[in-house]
């Protein structure tokens, strides 16, 4: 059995990639932890007895042992494996590669899906190629399946998502050779490349492709945090934990594994997940891994667009938005991944803008609370929030109720934080029409506002408005019409349109004065206003 030595406890100042000066895993038998298989998925438990009845390797890893640990129910659960990609795709039918950044598989069981990642080396390349030498964003396949099933599986993957940890595979548990004997220096399929091309970073140390293969004593020290460094071994149970992690937990702590400048360089966003898990988790980030955040954000800069959307999502939707606000200000993070909104709450932290921000944030954590749903759609109308209004307070006052005006200035203010970030233009477009129905919102006009109950984006304009009222943003007793008439039958709902107008002109039914219909003078031209 392996023994963890208190003596090596200090891991951050050794050499990782010396294996000499790694220290051993404790090993945690079933009878001294609290996870139990009732607590697990089936489907991942399907996938690790498979893979171990093939012959490999494997272990639940990650965030999701350290959610046990802490008795919350895991969203997904990731495994780490002795077996390449292609070997897990031939162990499973349902299963697709991913990635080519980080080479991962997908084990899908319906709508679950089981993330399956082999274990990755700590060995970097002799010489650092050109970040040119690889495009900066993930392949099409895997930026494409984001934008696509995004909504859908937004919630807390591990870091073998973001870097699945890895190096050449030479032997197997204790030292005892593999049961399948093959070269896993680089992924398969790699044809003549350099060795090297399987591990590259850019300039500012940033790992832009890590397939490089090893073992469970290589891939551990490729983890992020100590917390989520943990291993549930499917073949006794237990559990292994080689950085201190159970302890840190306990201690509801947050520290890195190794250097946390070099750690944060390789991988900046990082700096997000340090933030996320101590909004989440209530976690206190160590000495170094907080600290070292005020120098180096500004790396958020290189990070593909895509990935931050990602994260912007988990860190938005998933229960603690009002928190990860509040933290990401604190140490600076907002200002890299959406500098317009940063610099609105900045100059305006009290303002009305800023406490609806906060106010939207709270009722979307607690719609995740109660199991509804929620959509990036209502998130980006509130982060943009400040920065549309501060567009629109530049136009004339005449025009900030202007359908045209309020669209340029929502799609203004989506071009400039699409400078940081990607925003899918499902979710951008709804963010206009959001703005764009604020004004027939406010002002009612007979029968024919009925119609806007009809309208896919009613429900989110009318979230928008109830909150801009409570901030004195509208007109409460407007809001309250709209409440009040979402709950009355359809007679009733007639009569407080008619009412809108006054009494009826004439003895005919329609909702009060009818005006003349315009006839249009030229396509060009732009409508009038409502």
């Given at each position: 059995?392996?023994?963890?030595?208190?003596?090596?406890?200090?891991?951050?100042?050794?050499?990782?990639?010396?294996?000499?000066?790694?220290?051993?895993?404790?090993?945690?038998?079933?009878?001294?932890?609290?996870?139990?298989?009732?607590?697990?998925?089936?489907?991942?438990?399907?996938?690790?007895?498979?893979?171990?009845?093939?012959?490999?390797?494997?272990?639940?890893v990650g965030g999701c042992v350290r959610d046990l640990l802490l008795g919350i129910t895991p969203k997904d659960f990731d495994i780490a494996t002795s077996a390449l990609p292609e070997e897990v795709k031939r162990t499973f039918r349902n299963c697709r590669l991913i990635?080519?950044?980080?080479?991962?598989?997908?084990?899908?069981?319906?709508?679950?899906?089981?993330?399956?990642?082999?274990?990755?080396?700590?060995?970097?390349?002799?010489?650092?190629?050109?970040?040119?030498?690889?495009?900066?964003?993930?392949?099409?396949?895997?930026?494409?399946?984001?934008?696509?099933?995004?909504?859908?599986?937004?919630?807390?993957?591990?870091?073998?998502?973001?870097?699945?940890?890895?190096?050449?595979?030479?032997?197997?548990?204790?030292?005892?050779?593999?049961?399948?004997?093959?070269?896993?220096?680089?992924?398969?399929?790699?044809?003549?490349?350099?060795?090297?091309?399987?591990?590259?970073?850019?300039?500012?140390?940033?790992?832009?492709?890590?397939?490089?293969?090893?073992?469970?004593?290589?891939?551990?020290?490729?983890?992020?945090?100590?917390?989520?460094?943990?291993?549930?071994?499917?073949?006794?149970?237990?559990?292994?934990?080689?950085?201190?992690?159970?302890?840190?937990?306990?201690?509801?702590?947050?520290?890195?594994?190794?250097?946390?400048?070099?750690?944060?360089?390789?991988?900046?966003?990082?700096?997000?997940?340090?933030?996320?898990?101590?909004?989440?988790?209530?976690?206190?980030?160590?000495?170094?891994?907080?600290?070292?955040?005020?120098?180096?954000?500004?790396?958020?800069?290189?990070?593909?667009?895509?990935?931050?959307?990602?994260?912007?999502?988990?860190?938005?939707?998933?229960?603690?938005?009002?928190?990860?606000?509040?933290?990401?200000?604190?140490?600076?993070?907002?200002?890299?991944?959406?500098?317009?909104?940063?610099?609105?709450?900045?100059?305006?932290?009290?303002?009305?803008?800023?406490?609806?921000?906060?106010?939207?944030?709270?009722?979307?954590?607690?719609?995740?609370?109660?199991?509804?749903?929620?959509?990036?759609?209502?998130?980006?109308?509130?982060?943009?929030?400040?920065?549309?209004?501060?567009?629109?307070?530049?136009?004339?006052?005449?025009?900030?109720?202007?359908?045209?005006?309020?669209?340029?200035?929502?799609?203004?203010?989506?071009?400039?934080?699409?400078?940081?970030?990607?925003?899918?233009?499902?979710?951008?477009?709804?963010?206009?029409?959001?703005?764009?129905?604020?004004?027939?919102?406010?002002?009612?006009?007979?029968?024919?506002?009925?119609?806007?109950?009809?309208?896919?984006?009613?429900?989110?304009?009318?979230?928008?408005?109830?909150?801009?009222?409570?901030?004195?943003?509208?007109?409460?007793?407007?809001?309250?019409?709209?409440?009040?008439?979402?709950?009355?039958?359809?007679?009733?709902?007639?009569?407080?349109?008619?009412?809108?107008?006054?009494?009826?002109?004439?003895?005919?039914?329609?909702?009060?004065?009818?005006?003349?219909?315009?006839?249009?003078?030229?396509?060009?031209?732009?409508?009038?206003?409502?």
């Open positions: 059995m392996r023994r963890f030595s208190p003596a090596k406890r200090n891991f951050e100042v050794l050499n990782e990639a010396d294996p000499a000066l790694r220290p051993a895993a404790r090993i945690i038998p079933r009878a001294e932890h609290s996870i139990s298989r009732s607590a697990i998925s089936p489907n991942a438990l399907r996938v690790l007895y498979r893979l171990r009845e093939a012959g490999f390797e494997a272990f639940l990635g080519r950044r980080f080479r991962l598989a997908h084990v899908f069981f319906g709508r679950e899906i089981v993330e399956v990642a082999t274990f990755r080396a700590m060995s970097a390349p002799d010489e650092q190629p050109l970040a040119a030498a690889v495009p900066d964003l993930d392949d099409d396949e895997a930026v494409d399946e984001l934008d696509d099933e995004l909504e859908d599986d937004i919630e807390d993957t591990d870091e073998s998502t973001v870097l699945a940890e890895a190096g050449p595979h030479q032997t197997g548990i204790h030292g005892v050779p593999p049961l399948v004997e093959r070269d896993r220096s680089r992924h398969a399929g790699a044809g003549d490349e350099d060795d090297d091309e399987d591990r590259v970073t850019d300039e500012h140390g940033r790992i832009l492709r890590d397939n490089v293969y090893g073992s469970i004593d290589d891939d551990v020290w490729r983890r992020d945090f100590t917390a989520n460094s943990l291993y549930y071994n499917i073949a006794d149970f237990s559990i292994w934990d080689y950085t201190g992690g159970v302890d840190d937990i306990a201690a509801r702590r947050l520290k890195l594994i190794g250097d946390p400048v070099t750690r944060y360089r390789e991988d900046p966003v990082r700096m997000l997940r340090a933030a996320r898990f101590e909004a989440k988790l209530g976690f206190t980030l160590d000495g170094e891994t907080g600290t070292a955040i005020a120098s180096l954000r500004e790396l958020l800069g290189s990070v593909p667009p895509a990935r931050l959307f990602d994260e912007t999502l988990k860190l938005f939707l998933t229960g603690h938005g009002a928190r990860s606000m509040e933290v990401l200000r604190k140490h600076g993070l907002l200002s890299g991944l959406l500098p317009t909104v940063a610099a609105y709450l900045d100059r305006h932290p009290d303002g009305a803008v800023a406490r609806l921000v906060m106010q939207g944030l709270v009722n979307t954590d607690q719609r995740v609370a109660q199991g509804k749903p929620v959509t990036p759609t209502f998130l980006f109308a509130l982060l943009l929030y400040g920065p549309f209004a501060e567009i629109i307070e530049k136009q004339p006052q005449e025009k900030w109720h202007d359908i045209g005006t309020i669209v340029d200035a929502v799609d203004r203010a989506a071009r400039a934080a699409q400078g940081r970030i990607t925003i899918p233009k499902r979710f951008s477009l709804g963010v206009r029409e959001m703005f764009a129905a604020q004004p027939r919102l406010e002002q009612p006009r007979g029968r024919r506002a009925l119609r806007m109950l009809e309208q896919p984006r009613f429900r989110a304009g009318f979230d928008l408005l109830l909150l801009r009222a409570d901030m004195g943003l509208a007109d409460p007793a407007i809001a309250a019409w709209w409440t009040k008439v979402q709950e009355v039958s359809q007679t009733d709902r007639d009569r407080m349109a008619d009412a809108l107008t006054g009494p009826r002109s004439t003895g005919e039914g329609g909702g009060g004065r009818r005006r003349p219909r315009r006839r249009r003078r030229g396509r060009g031209r732009a409508p009038a206003a409502s």
